[in-house]
């Protein structure tokens, strides 16, 4: 299986604090997605970044991408209570074959 | 629009039942999916359509058959489930050439008796 492995696996911070996730994964890819899920709902697309990409910003999230470690991070600073949901990466391997591969997720709790 | 829309929200069916989920998106996206996903688990890739064609089967089970009538359209029709396929069953759809996100739909609950 290509399945990334995130950690921490769960993660509970006070409101207001940076929480930072990795995501590590096993083959080359072309672009690595975040996507956040609140409890038992549907996936929302965070942040796309590409092979070729080191740094992505948007808004109140960083993403970084190591590909020489087959690594990537999200950052969520000045964390918020709805921020609180499990946090997903997804490695797409193969333009063109519309496939995605989710790591194995984070679950985020903002304490308020 | 961008929303994808997922019926029923909640789906109790026995094992001899035939039951169908339905997905539909007006984003004018091209490639749709199907994951299946357990509690504390990811999203499982089940099946992709591109252009209304079927290009990926995960090794799905036949009690599980995709049907794709339309650009717009996305069904997944249920025969004789077994209790370990309960769980969340998620439709996704996108842009075919990437690298473009998925937009995903709620999920249906789905509970096999």
């Known amino acids: 299986s290509q399945q990334g492995e995130e950690d921490p696996q769960a993660l509970s911070i006070q409101e207001g604090e940076n929480a930072t996730m990795n995501c590590s994964y096993k083959t080359s890819i072309n672009n690595l997605q975040w996507y956040r899920q609140n409890s038992g709902r549907g996936l929302v697309h965070l942040i796309l970044?590409?092979?070729?990409?080191r740094e992505k910003h948007s808004g109140r999230l960083r993403v970084t991408l190591d590909t020489s470690k087959k690594s990537s991070s999200l950052l969520i600073t000045a964390s918020r209570a709805a921020d609180t949901a499990s946090y997903f990466c997804a490695t797409e391997a193969n333009f063109g074959n519309e496939k995605l591969t989710f790591g194995t997720g984070t679950r985020l709790t903002i304490i308020p | 629009d961008t929303e994808v829309t997922q019926t029923p929200k909640h789906l109790v069916m026995g094992m001899t039942n035939k039951k169908s989920l339905k997905c539909e998106q007006h984003m004018g996206h091209r490639a749709m999916y199907w994951y299946k996903q357990k509690a504390k688990k990811p999203p499982e890739l089940m099946f992709v359509?591109?252009?209304?064609?079927?290009?990926i089967n995960e090794s799905v089970p036949s009690r599980f058959s995709p049907e794709c009538p339309n650009s717009s359209l996305l069904n997944l029709h249920l025969h004789a489930l077994q209790p370990e396929d309960s769980a969340l069953y998620l439709c996704?759809?996108?842009?075919?050439?990437?690298?473009?996100?998925?937009?995903f739909g709620p999920g249906t609950r789905l509970t096999v008796t």
């Open positions: 996704a759809s996108s842009q075919v050439y990437g690298p473009y996100e998925q937009y």
């Open positions: 359509y591109s252009y209304e064609k079927l290009s």
């Open positions: 970044i590409r092979s070729n990409e």
